[in-house]
Nanobody, 131 residues
Framework: EVQLVESGGGLVQAGKSLTLSCAAS????????IGWFRQAPGKEREGVSCVSHPDAMIYTQDSVKGRFIISRDNARERVYLEMIGLKPEDTAVYYC????????????????????????WGKGTLVLVSP
C-alpha cells in the first residue's frame, strides 16, 4: 500500500525558511513522479513542484521558482521541499502526491502544471506565514 506522510509545517515569519518532508513507502515501481501541491484558504489546489524518478526531471511553478527547491533522498524514500523567503501568500496546506504510472521526463509537467495523473495523496501539512 502506497503511503505518503508529510511533516515540517508550522508557523513562520515572512522572509524565513522552512523545509517540508514527505515520507513515501509502498511503491512497486521505480518509475514515478512525486511532488508537492498546496491549497490556500478559499483557493483551488495548485501544483508547486514535482520531480520524476529515476531521471529527476523537475517542474516548479513560476510563482515559487527561485524560492522553493524540491529534492529527493532515494535511500530514505523521502522528498523534500525547501522553502526560502516565505511570503504570507505561501500560507496553505501543502500536500505530497505521487503518480505511480508516469516516471517520464514529462511527468512533472503533467502532474504539477496540468494537475493530471495523481494516484495517491498525503494528508497534508499546514504552513502559516505571518507578515
Amino acid at each position: 500500500e502506497v503511503q505518503l506522510v508529510e511533516s515540517g509545517g508550522g508557523l513562520v515569519q515572512a522572509g524565513k525558511s522552512l523545509t517540508l518532508s514527505c515520507a513515501a513507502s509502498g511503491f512497486t515501481t521505480d518509475h514515478y513522479t512525486i511532488g508537492w501541491f498546496r491549497q490556500a484558504p478559499g483557493k483551488e489546489r495548485e501544483g508547486v513542484s514535482c520531480v520524476s524518478h529515476p531521471d529527476a526531471m523537475i517542474y516548479t511553478q513560476d510563482s515559487v521558482k527561485g524560492r522553493f527547491i524540491i529534492s529527493r533522498d532515494n535511500a530514505r524514500e523521502r522528498v523534500y521541499l525547501e522553502m526560502i523567503g516565505l511570503k504570507p501568500e505561501d500560507t496553505a496546506v501543502y500536500y505530497c502526491a505521487v503518480d505511480v504510472d508516469d516516471g517520464s521526463n514529462l511527468g512533472p509537467f503533467r502532474m504539477c502544471a496540468l494537475s493530471f495523473g495523481m494516484d495517491y495523496w498525503g494528508k497534508g501539512t499546514l504552513v502559516l506565514v505571518s507578515p
